[in-house]
């Protein structure tokens, strides 16, 4: 349960970098932070995110959907 709970924080926290990254672009004000670092955040957690799933069905924490047939 705290395998699915810390994988959707991190879902949140992406969209959260997402529209942050929205924000600073509308606004074009140069003494804030580039958008590019967001973005670039945004990546790593997507990257991230795959990997956990990925050990979280290897190793068995994670059980898929049986199929409907």
């Given at each position: 349960?705290?395998?699915?709970?810390?994988?959707?924080?991190?879902?949140?926290?992406?969209?959260?970098?997402?529209?942050?990254?929205?924000?600073?672009?509308?606004?074009?004000?140069?003494?804030?932070?580039?958008?590019?670092?967001?973005?670039?955040?945004?990546?790593?957690?997507?990257?991230?995110?795959?990997?956990?799933?990925?050990v979280g069905?290897?190793?068995?924490?994670i059980t898929?959907?049986?199929?409907?047939?």
């Amino acid at each position: 349960m705290i395998f699915k709970i810390v994988i959707v924080c991190m879902l949140a926290f992406m969209v959260y970098n997402l529209f942050k990254a929205l924000i600073l672009m509308n606004k074009n004000d140069p003494n804030q932070p580039s958008m590019t670092k967001f973005i670039g955040r945004r990546l790593y957690l997507s990257v991230a995110i795959v990997l956990l799933i990925l050990v979280g069905l290897l190793t068995g924490v994670i059980t898929p959907n049986p199929r409907p047939y």
